[in-house]
C-alpha cells in the first residue's frame, strides 16, 4: 500500500462510520464520469469539522494526504484514476438559512430596508435565491442559475445575471483543515476576483452572511423564473460542468471557440456543446481523459488561430500538476 493510501485507512479508521473508503466521486459531480475518493468524509456541522481536523493531525495524515472540499460537484472533473486523498462533502446543519436582522439593529423593517441574511456553506445557489425571495428578501436572485454551493461560491466567485458574490457577501465562517487560518472574517480577506478568490483548498465555509434588501416576494420570483428560462434557452443540460474556460478580457471564451470552428466537435465520450461553445458535455459512462483531452485541443486551437490563451474554469482533480499536457507556450503570460 502507498504511503497516501496507508494515510487514507488510519484516517478512516479514526472516523470509523463517518469515512467511507474507494468512494465513487465522479458519480457525485455535474459530469458524472470519473473515479473513486480515497476517503470521503460527510460532514453536518462545525463540530464535525474540528473533529475531522484532529483526526487527520491524530492519524498523522494532515500534509500527507490531499484534501478536497465537494459541494455540488458542479465546478469538478474527476480523472478517471480518482481522487487519491480526503474528500470532504458538507451537509446537513451546514445548510441552512436565516434572516439575520435588518442592518441597523432595531430599525423598522420597511420595504427596501438592508438585510443580512446568513447561508450555510453547504446550501445550494438555487435553494438560496429561491427561499430568500419566499421570505421577503430580494438581491440574490441571480443565484437560482448557478448549481452550486455558498462555499463553492466563495471560493470561484461565482456569479451571473449581473451580480456575483463579490458584490453581496459581507462576512464569513470557515474551519481550516490542514494548517492555520479560519474563524470569521469580513468578505475582504477573500480577495474575491473573476472567478477566485483566497480561499484554501482545505478551508470548509460553514456560513456565509450576504447583504439584501426587504423587496415584493411576486417581483422576485418572477425574475427567479426568467433567470432559469434564461438558462435552459441558452445553455446545455446533459452531463457538465457549465463554462469550461474563463472570459479573456474583452471577450467571450465561447464566441473564440465558436469562431475557431470547434462548435460540435467530437473527441471520443466528449464534445463541444452544439447549443454554447464554452460548454464540452460527456457521454453515459463517458471518460475524463476525452474531456480533458478535448479541453486541451480546444485551447491549442483557439490559441493557434488567436493567439488568446484560454484558461480553464473547471477545476481538475486527480490528474496531476499538468492535465491539460499544455504544449502551448504564451510568452506574454496569458490573459488573467
Known sequence: MSAVGEAAAGLAARLGGRARLGTPLGALTTYRVGGNAAVLVDVGSEDDLFMLRDALESSGSAGRIPVLVLGKGSNLLVADTGFPGVVVRPGGGLAGLEVVSPVSPGALV?????????????????????????????????????????????????????????????????????GSGGGEADAARLRLGYRTSALGDAEVVVWAEFGARRGDPEGGRALVSEIVRWRREHQPGGSNAGSVFTNPPGDSAGRLVEAAGLRGLRLGSARVSEKHANFIQADDRGRAADVVALMSHVRRTVFAETGVLLRPEVKLVGFGPDPLGDEVHDPTGGNP
Open 110 to 178: 420597511d420595504p427596501g430596508a438592508l438585510v443580512v441574511v446568513r447561508a450555510g456553506g453547504a446550501l445550494g445557489l438555487p435553494v438560496l435565491a429561491r427561499r430568500a425571495v419566499d421570505a421577503g428578501v430580494r438581491g440574490l436572485e441571480w443565484a437560482v442559475g448557478i448549481p452550486g454551493s455558498v462555499g463553492g461560491a466563495l471560493k470561484m466567485n461565482a456569479g451571473g445575471h449581473g451580480a456575483d458574490t463579490a458584490s453581496c457577501l459581507v462576512r464569513y465562517r470557515s474551519v481550516v483543515l490542514e
